[in-house]
């Protein structure tokens, strides 16, 4: 098993990606309009790394499950925000 990485350029696509989650929008309608393209943008670069290898993809980063939508992708994704929330839940139920 070896990981495959996004380049420079869709490294800085990704980060754009999870800042533009932090930072607050006013306008709700202006940020469903924003989220879809970022989800066009990672999907893009989900895609490509599809493409080169890569039989899984990883939201190492939670921002980043807040905006892709999987179902464009045909390999399974880790999600760290359900596996953050899933780990939260055992945790509180004393699991």
């Known amino acids: 098993m070896h990981s ?9 696509v990704v980060e754009r990606c999870i800042y533009s989650v932090k930072v607050p929008v006013q306008a709700s309608e202006k940020l469903d309009s924003e989220r879809t ?7 893009a670069v989900s895609r490509r790394l599809i493409r080169t290898g890569a039989d899984i993809i990883v939201s190492a980063c939670t921002e980043i499950s807040l905006i892709l939508d999987g179902g464009d992708i045909d390999v399974p994704i880790v999600d760290s925000l359900k596996l953050l929330a899933g780990e939260a839940v055992r945790r509180a139920i004393g699991k």
């Open 37 to 43: 393209e970022l989800s066009h943008e990672l999907t």
């Open 4 to 12: 495959i990485v996004p380049d420079v350029d869709e490294q800085a």
